[in-house]
Nanobody, 125 residues
Framework: QVQLVESGGGSVQAGGSLRLSCIAS????????MYWVRHFPEKEREGVAC???????NYADSVKGRFTISRDNTKNILYLEMNNLLPEDTAMYYC???????????????????WGQGTQVTVSS
């Protein structure tokens, strides 16, 4: 059973930074592509960033230049570094995977098969 546990969310002011972490277990982390997805209240989920098994990354246009996704395959941890946060970044953030290897597509993120419980990010103006 795939297990994904996010942490690092919180409340910050606009312009601030947060780093989200996702500890992965019960599957071979280094072999699969990973996603960060956010869910706005009463809206569809939005893919934020993804990282392939080759280390390639893709980002939503709304976060390019502000967010950085990375992975530590020795610790089975996925990260999302978020800088210059905006009030419109307020959402529940999830890490996810579809257990497939190779490069990733941000368009695939919202349809990933396995999800963590999420961590809330709130940005005030």
């Amino acid at each position: 059973q795939v297990q994904l546990v996010e942490s690092g969310g919180g409340s910050v002011q606009a312009g601030g930074s947060l780093r989200l972490s996702c500890i992965a277990s019960r599957f071979t982390f280094s072999n699969v592509r990973m996603y960060w997805v956010r869910h706005f209240p009463e809206k569809e989920r939005e893919g934020v960033a993804c990282i392939g098994t080759d280390g390639s990354t893709n980002y939503a246009d709304s976060v390019k230049g502000r967010f950085t996704i990375s992975r530590d395959n020795t610790k089975n941890i996925l990260y999302l570094e978020m800088n210059n946060l905006l009030p419109e970044d307020t959402a529940m953030y999830y890490c996810a995977t579809d257990l497939w290897g190779g490069a990733c597509s941000i368009n695939r993120a919202a349809r990933a098969d396995y999800w963590g419980q999420g961590t809330q990010v709130t940005v005030s103006s």
